[in-house]
DNA sequence: GTTTAAATTAAACGACTGTTTTAATCGGTC
DNA sequence: GACCGATTAAAACAGTCGTTTAATTTAAAC
């Protein structure tokens, strides 16, 4: 029995999926009232905006994710951070956890996440910050509790270099997958993609300077 | 004697400035226009369209980068690679050679490259692939040598997570210079940030599986 | 069955985009 | 000075976008 959705959740659905494939910018109304089957003037009536919409289909994902990072990254706070590679592990299982909203959640979560930062969303960074900026804060904590070396200076720049190698291959992630696919005759989910990224990033964080 | 600059010129000297601060899609023409101090029309009577513009103003660039990149790849190939930095190492040269066309030409390049792989531009990734390809395959060879413990399929994963840091940063640079400023008082340059951006993405890239 | 609010629909609005058209003007040549 | 191609100028074009309006339909409460 097949539930019947409402048209807000119709919405949501086929926003999510654009917004992934091609990004906020890139995707009308029409495009999403088009795939989800509703009229073009019930995004407005039910969300207010598209930026409203945008905000919808975020939290959705964040507030499964985020509070998922932050215990563990409390628990690995608690009992001491060693590594920068442990710190990036805390992220893992919060993301495959996505896929219980969607069985392509994780990628989705983080293609939108890529979105976010390569489009210029400033109310979405403004929002994210306001609704969990303290588990930004306390990555932040942990990474530094496991690279006393480095200056803050140091920390801030390589987290955002970071933040791009992430991003990017998110946002590119299709295609890439797919070039991946013919060239390696591998297929990379998303949780492959993660495994790959995190050796990558730890090496970088820590790396001397 | 303040030479006084043709049409063409000035369109496209104020197109670099707004693509690279604002990405080309969220640049219009009539802003274009508007800074040059010309008629709407010339972009299309001398460029064609704003494809074309995009490309022009892009190939300024690559034209001075590429083959300067060129010849020290080719130099280190044959002395022989021994590190992921050197290879890196090699684009800083070229990369600060640009401040001849532009004082601020550095990061105006990268900013341009960032945004023409952060947005979909495909007519600019052929464009280049064709024009340039060659360069991009050489690299490849010489970071491969430098890292013959990594399969072609970690390489090709992790060179992409590599230019996503760069790209990434590149276009996010004003904000984030900015907020560094405040929090640290360093002024970042190009340069600098080319500088903090090597050690973190040979280490990235050299990293154990 | 009537009433009332919620939800859906079709249509238009106003603002913006890149591009094209048509006419006017500029610069150099005979 | 008259000609002529190259350039500039103002205006309109055709398309897309997010949003709003006003009318209609649906669904639940009484």
New binding site residues.
């Given amino acids: 029995m097949a539930k019947v959705l ?2 807000k959740d119709k919405i949501l659905n086929a926003a999510e999926r654009l917004f992934a494939e091609q990004g906020f910018e890139h ?5 999403i009232t088009g795939i989800a089957d ?9 969300f207010g ?3 409203a919409l945008i905000q919808a289909v975020m939290e959705r994902y964040h507030s499964a994710f985020m509070p998922e990072l932050d215990i563990r990254l409390v628990e690995l706070e608690a009992k001491g951070v060693t590594s920068t590679e442990q710190v990036l592990n805390c992220f893992i299982e919060p993301l495959l956890s996505l896929q219980r909203i969607n069985p392509n959640g994780t990628s989705i979560y983080l293609s939108l996440l890529g979105h976010a930062y390569s489009e210029i969303q400033g109310h979405l960074r403004r929002f994210t910050m306001q609704n969990f900026g303290h588990v930004v804060q306390r990555f932040l904590a942990c990474v530094q509790q496991a690279n006393p070396h480095l200056t803050l200076s140091t920390l801030f720049w390589r987290l955002h270099f970071t933040l791009g190698a992430t991003v990017f291959v998110q946002v590119s992630g299709q295609a890439l997958s797919e070039i991946a696919e013919a060239d390696f005759g591998e297929q990379a989910s998303a949780q492959d993609m993660i495994a790959k990224l995190i050796p990558f990033l730890a090496a970088g964080i820590a790396a001397p300077v």
Wanted: zero cysteines; a positive charge.
């Fill in positions: 409402k048209t995707t009308s109304l029409r495009q509703v009229n073009l003037a019930s995004v407005n009536y039910h905006s598209k930026k």
